[in-house]
């Protein structure tokens, strides 16, 4: 099956900064890479996703890569604010369309990275 | 549009007793999944609920159940509590449809403690 390895573990900041926080996955049948930001007593939140057939994703101050020969791929935070402190989870899930019964619905989740950003 | 919903979201249970959890998804939204997180082994995925048929099936026991209804609202069932069991339990809601939606919301979850 698909395991996701995340790093670090912890990252602390200066407000302003950036932040990296980087993924690699074993399944190279995973196509759909989410980021998801969960703040304490809440459920992880989507932030920004990519698929397979793209390299580069931005949201405003927010940015994916992925390499898919690498089996790689990162979120990058510019501009940090305190409020951006959080945890931050990466995930990987194949094609449901073609991977079948075992992919419906399923995440495979990186084990997370705390996020500080000092002000 | 009104989020995934679940409920309680705290509850306390003795080893031995059994446990029923809801989830209300995203208006709309066909598919639902749970996941257990605890802090030793982080987000792992239960089941997948989809048109009241159970699709697919995480690594736990056959303690862990769950059902869909017709209006999507879906229930998980954890019997015969261990110890173990105490975990943040979050539903997802995702919208299914060609080429298929992979996006997951998930709710609040809820906490369960088990003593």
């Known amino acids: 099956g698909e395991n996701v390895e995340q790093h670090p573990s912890t990252l602390s900041v200066q407000e302003g900064d950036s932040a990296v926080i980087k993924c690699t996955y074993s399944d190279s049948a995973s196509n759909y890479f989410p980021w998801y930001k969960q703040e304490l007593g809440k459920g992880p939140q989507l932030i920004i996703d990519i698929r397979s057939n793209v390299g580069e994703k931005k949201d405003q101050r927010i940015a994916v890569t992925l390499n898919k020969t690498a089996k790689h791929f990162s979120l990058h935070i510019t501009e940090t604010q305190p409020e951006d402190s959080a945890v931050y989870f990466c995930?990987?899930?194949?094609?449901?369309?073609?991977?079948?019964?075992?992919?419906?619905?399923?995440?495979?989740f990186g084990q997370g990275t705390i996020l500080t950003v000092h002000p | 549009k009104a989020g995934v919903t679940q409920t309680p979201r705290y509850l306390i249970k003795t080893r031995g007793q059994q446990v029923t959890l809801s989830c209300s998804p995203i208006s709309g939204h066909r598919s639902v999944s749970w996941y257990q997180q605890t802090p030793g082994q982080g987000l792992q995925f239960l089941f997948e609920y989809f048109s009241e048929t159970q699709r697919n099936k995480g690594n736990f026991p056959g303690r862990f159940s769950g059902r869909q209804f017709s209006n999507s609202r879906s229930e998980m069932n954890v019997s015969t509590l261990e110890l173990g069991d105490s975990a943040l339990y979050l539903c997802a809601s995702s919208l299914e449809g060609p080429p298929g939606s992979y996006e997951q919301y998930f709710g609040p979850g809820t906490r369960l403690t088990v003593t």
């Open positions: 995930a990987a899930s194949p094609n449901s369309a073609n991977a079948g019964g075992t992919s419906y619905g399923k995440l495979t």
